[in-house]
């Protein structure tokens, strides 16, 4: 009995810790809206204002980019899962799928022209079926998409459906009176956004008050979430290009009214643009594709060639640099481009401190393509939620980096917390006529009981691609790990060598260097929410504190 009260008290204390260690880097704002937020109950706003709409100055193509999610008959499909609902609220689907399903995304999707009809009994349904502040719909993040998409169909449209005005007119109110403070982020910005195409929209004396504010939240934003080389400061692709839409959605909404005293933003917008267009071509593989770090998942947001597309529907013009070594500094990641490897590497921390929701313990992980051909792939992001499968793919062990003692590099825990985090030291680049190379440290196993220092140099040249890992400290097991693509064929040559095949006329030998032992395990690759396909994975043991890992093309 003193053992087990012993081992209890033991893993409480280290919840404690643990919950410690990630509430510490909250903001105070987070905090007291937390807080609020549980006491208070959220409060539905109406008014009894005559609703007034603003006159539009320009008529602009809607950009559709989105594949159509309704398929009539109350049969919807999202993140790969069709099904037919009975209910906007049905307990057998996730959080996520039922967020979707509150969107409204179907509206403005691929095709959508040809449903005005259907969508639009749609939307009259879910204000009958949906009252004020009951189910997923009312919450501010599913109601701050809905708010854009349903604003959208109207100005599309030139609907004047009274009811519908009066329930879009009450979810602004509602909305702001509920911004995600407690969240911030990429959260807030989709509220703020969507204050501003509710109120530029309708055109009350209330409204107008709640657009200044929007106004001033927005430019609060922009400087707070955009980096100085262009990311996202959430450090993930998918949410960047989330963001990039939210920005030329509202460059679009602005060229709709065309109002003299929106033009500085929306100057600023563009240029803002700008800056993440060129970041997503940074972080974009030659096969349209970009690379799985942190939560990432392809088909949710928006790819580089739909966004360039969206820029010329827009009229906006953009430029893009290509060098062989691309440096993103404040977002922590290089793209080098040699001969016919191309590889994306992540050398940033964990960030933002406040906001690591997003993140995995991906630290120094890469991937690798050669010409369009993927090679090397983490194991992105197929599902949200608190499961288990959820707390696997934002593990060390999904990532092609290194894990020391079978611990994370840093301490991902639930669905979206991190506690003690890596950080990434000793950023080093040089380019030379025959090879580049890239090496970077971090921390994150100086939390072990033997402090580690990983340091990893990737070496780039012509006609191979090279890594060196060094463990600087004590430890009892460390792995080099190595996530190929299910396009790749894998054979076992020797103790220290394998083949990759990735067609019948072209493979590579990838050999390690000082390496106790390796095995080959079955792990997976989630590219999509919905998707989880069975790959090869390669664990490499450490024969002592350096390991070579080394990519050639073999002769045919």
């Known amino acids: 009995m003193r053992y087990r009260a012993y081992f209890t008290k033991h893993i409480k204390m280290e919840k404690i810790y643990l919950l410690w260690n990630t509430v510490k880097y909250l903001k105070f704002k987070q905090i007291y809206y937390r807080l609020k937020y549980k006491i208070l109950k959220p409060k539905y706003y109406s008014s009894n ?11 602009i193509e809607l950009f559709r980019f989105l594949d159509q999610s309704y398929l009539g008959d109350n049969r919807f499909h999202f993140l790969n899962i069709t099904q037919t609902i009975s209910s906007w609220n049905d307990d057998g689907m996730s959080k996520l799928w039922l967020y979707n399903l509150h969107y409204f995304d179907c509206l403005n999707a691929v095709g959508a022209e040809n449903l005005y009809e259907k969508h639009l009994m749609l939307m009259r349904a879910w204000k009958e079926e949906n009252p004020p502040m009951v189910g997923n719909g009312w919450e501010p993040y599913p109601l701050s998409l809905r708010i854009v998409n349903w604003v959208k169909f109207f100005i599309n449209n030139k609907l004047e459906d009274e ?60 400087d707070e979430q955009i980096l100085v080389d262009g990311g996202n400061f959430e450090r993930t692709p998918m949410y960047h290009n989330i963001m990039l839409v939210d920005l030329l959605d509202l460059v679009w909404l602005l060229k709709t009214y065309s109002l ?148 994370d590099s840093s301490e991902v825990w639930s669905g979206f917390r991190v506690a003690r985090r890596a950080n990434v030291i000793d950023f080093f680049t040089r380019e030379e006529s025959d090879e580049i190379l890239v090496s970077a440290k971090h921390d994150g196993y100086k939390r072990l009981k033997n402090p580690v220092e990983h340091k990893r140099s ?61 095995r080959v395990i079955k792990g997976k690759w989630n590219p999509r929410f919905g998707v989880s396909l069975e790959v090869d994975k390669i664990e490499v043991i450490f024969n002592g504190s350096v390991l070579k890992s080394i990519l050639t093309r073999s002769l045919n």
């Open 458 to 518: 990737w070496i780039f040249k012509d006609e191979s691609f090279v890594i060196e890992d060094c463990l600087n400290g004590d430890f009892e097991e460390a792995k080099a790990i190595f996530v190929l693509h299910p396009n790749i064929g894998l054979q076992v040559l020797d103790d220290s060598e394998v083949e990759l095949k990735l067609n019948e006329n072209l493979s590579f030998r990838l050999s390690f260097e000082n390496a106790k032992n390796f």
């Open 49 to 59: 204002s005559k609703i007034v709409l603003r006159k539009k100055n320009n008529e």
């Open 260 to 407: 003299e005293n929106f033009k500085q933003i929306e100057f600023t917008l563009i240029k803002k643009a700008k800056e993440m267009l060129q970041w997503t071509e940074t972080m974009t593989f030659p096969n349209g594709e970009f690379g799985l770090f942190n939560d990432a998942a392809l088909g949710i947001s928006a790819t580089r060639d739909e966004l360039i597309k969206y820029f010329d529907l827009l009229e906006v013009d953009y430029n893009f640099s290509h060098k062989n070594l691309g440096v993103l500094k404040q977002s922590g990641y290089v793209r080098v481009n040699k001969g016919f490897y191309f590889g994306i590497l992540n050398v940033g921390s964990v960030g933002p401190k406040y906001l690591p929701g997003h993140a995995h313990a991906n630290s120094l992980s890469f991937e690798l393509c050669y010409k369009r051909n993927r090679i090397f792939v983490n194991g992105g992001t197929s599902v949200y939620g608190n499961g288990q499968e959820r707390l696997l793919q934002r593990k060390t062990e999904s990532h092609n980096t290194v894990l020391v003692n079978n611990v």
């Open 163 to 222: 009811a519908l005005l009066k329930s879009l007119y009450s979810q602004v109110l509602t909305l702001s009176h509920r911004l995600e403070y407690h969240i911030l982020g990429n959260h807030l910005f989709a509220n703020i956004k969507a204050l501003i195409f509710g109120t530029l929209f309708f055109n009350t004396d209330e409204m107008n008050k709640i657009l200044n504010k929007a106004t001033i939240l927005l430019l609060d934003e922009l």
